[in-house]
């Protein structure tokens, strides 16, 4: 049982193209993340949610955009995107005040 | 301007000898530390935490030491296995308010243990 999953879990994808993708946690958490990690290896947070609403902005570009259909899921929707968005994605989730979070396995996006 | 720093890119050890990684941080107002283990292709694992009203946290093989003075943590793997080699990440947060859930990370410390 894979508790927080991603997918896809690669992607190759033009300059200028939108691309989704998808993260689901099965272990009943109210708050999930979306992560950077970039090339020099940071790991840098970029959005948190909490019960389906908006509590960490990092300074991310607004052609990111998170949606969160109910508790269990977090997507990351990019528009337009650019060779510097080349990096690792990865997605995690925590239970209420806990500050201890669940990562999955990341999704490696190639801008090319 | 890197808030959790971990100077040491790798560190090799000998199978059932001691590890010991270390992790500085800038900001006093941290106030829980975690550390996470990282195998290649995956997501981070958590894998033990402090908080900063405690100077040591023990799981099994793996202690954690904070200095809060000197603004330095480490983990401590005795003995080491090969089993340990991977990317081991240091984190760290303000455990209150808004800025619950902001994990800070250092840039990781890559452990190979030898056989």
């Known amino acids: 049982d894979t508790a927080v999953s991603q997918t896809p879990k690669y992607l190759v994808t033009q300059m200028g193209n939108d691309k989704s993708i998808k993260c689901e946690q099965n272990l009943g958490h109210d708050t999930m993340y979306w992560y950077k990690q970039d090339s020099k290896k940071f790991l840098k947070i970029m959005f948190s949610y909490n019960n389906k609403e908006l509590i960490i902005n990092e300074t991310v570009p607004n052609r990111f955009s998170p949606k969160s259909p109910d508790k269990a899921h977090l997507n990351l929707h990019i528009n337009s995107l650019e060779l510097g968005d080349s990096a690792v994605y990865f997605c995690?989730?925590?239970?209420?005040?806990?500050?201890?979070?669940?990562f999955g396995p990341g999704t490696r996006l190639l801008v090319l | 301007d890197q808030q959790v720093k971990q100077n040491s890119p790798s560190l090799s050890v000998q199978e059932g000898r001691i590890s010991i990684l270390n992790c500085d941080y800038t900001?006093?107002?941290?106030?829980?530390f975690l550390w996470y283990k990282k195998y290649p292709a995956e997501g981070p694992t958590f894998l033990i935490s402090i908080s900063s009203i405690k100077d040591k946290n023990e799981d099994g093989r793996f202690t954690v030491f904070l200095n809060k003075s000197a603004k330095h943590l480490s983990l401590h793997i005795v003995p080491s296995q090969p089993g340990d080699s991977a990317v081991y990440f240091c984190a760290a947060t303000l455990n209150y308010g808004g800025s619950q859930g902001n994990l800070i990370f250092g840039k990781g410390t890559k452990l190979s243990v030898k056989p």
């Open positions: 995690a989730s925590s239970q209420g005040l806990s500050v201890t979070q669940y």
């Open positions: 900001n006093s107002m941290f106030d829980y």
